[in-house]
T-cell receptor, first 116, second 117 residues
């Protein structure tokens, strides 16, 4: 089974509108972390937001917020007031903490295009 | 689904030695492979981009003689950290992309933890 599932290969949003990028995860661990990264065409990975499994409140960072629904194992990214510069690939990732060290799992990404 | 593996998952080495990390796409051919290094606060720094059969393109500030990247086949890329030092200790992640475009599907490896004593 996929550890991280991003079901939206491509999304379009009007400038200044909000958009939600979906992410579901699969783990039997109690302690884990969830991440969202933005990847422009240059290939770099820009860290956006982090949610710990024990965090009771949804993480927020500026225009980014993470809609964490633990029971549903979903960690959707919400971008408010979209900007043209938000056009990029977005990756959801999970970190499991093992005795042998951290294990990372990434989704296959969602391509977001912001329309002027 | 497509899987990208990295080997080893953890490696501890002495200062001055060289370490090779392999990144393999197990059930698809990767046109492009990326190598990232994780820094504190979760950021992932792109080290280099490699296309099969050609030299890797290194990002500014990454020493190409220290971090040797080889993409000899469509399913294998290697990162060799030469003369490793404690400051090279980090988590290294590779990813493999099926095509040349930024919107093509990209798969990530689980990462390799390098500790240099």
């Amino acid at each position: 089974a996929q550890k991280i599932t991003q079901t939206q290969p491509g999304m379009f949003v009007q400038e200044k509108e909000a958009v939600t990028l979906d992410c579901t995860y699969d783990t039997s661990d109690q302690s884990y972390g969830l991440f969202w990264y933005k990847q422009p065409s240059s290939g770099e990975m820009i860290f956006l937001i982090y949610q710990g499994s024990y965090d009771e409140q949804n993480a927020t960072e500026g225009r980014y917020s993470l809609n964490f629904q633990k029971a549903r194992k979903s960690a959707n990214l919400v971008i408010s007031a979209s900007q043209l510069g938000d056009s990029a690939m977005y990756f959801c990732a999970m970190r499991e903490i093992k005795n042998t060290g951290n294990q990372f799992y990434f989704g296959t990404g969602t391509s977001l295009t912001v329309i002027p | 689904g497509a899987v990208v593996s990295q080997h080893p998952s953890r490696v501890i080495c002495k200062s001055g030695t060289s370490v090779k990390i392999e990144c393999r796409s197990l059930d698809f051919q990767a046109t492009t492979m990326f190598w990232y290094r994780q820094f504190p606060k979760q950021s992932l720094m792109l080290m280099a981009t490699s296309n099969e059969g050609s030299k890797a393109t290194y990002e500014q500030g990454v020493e190409k003689d220290k971090f040797l990247i080889n993409h000899a086949s469509l399913t294998l890329s290697t990162l060799t950290v030469t003369s490793a030092h404690p400051e090279d200790s980090s988590f290294y992640i590779c990813s493999a992309r099926v095509g040349f475009y930024s919107t093509d599907t990209q798969y990530f490896g689980p990462g390799t933890r390098l500790t240099v004593l």
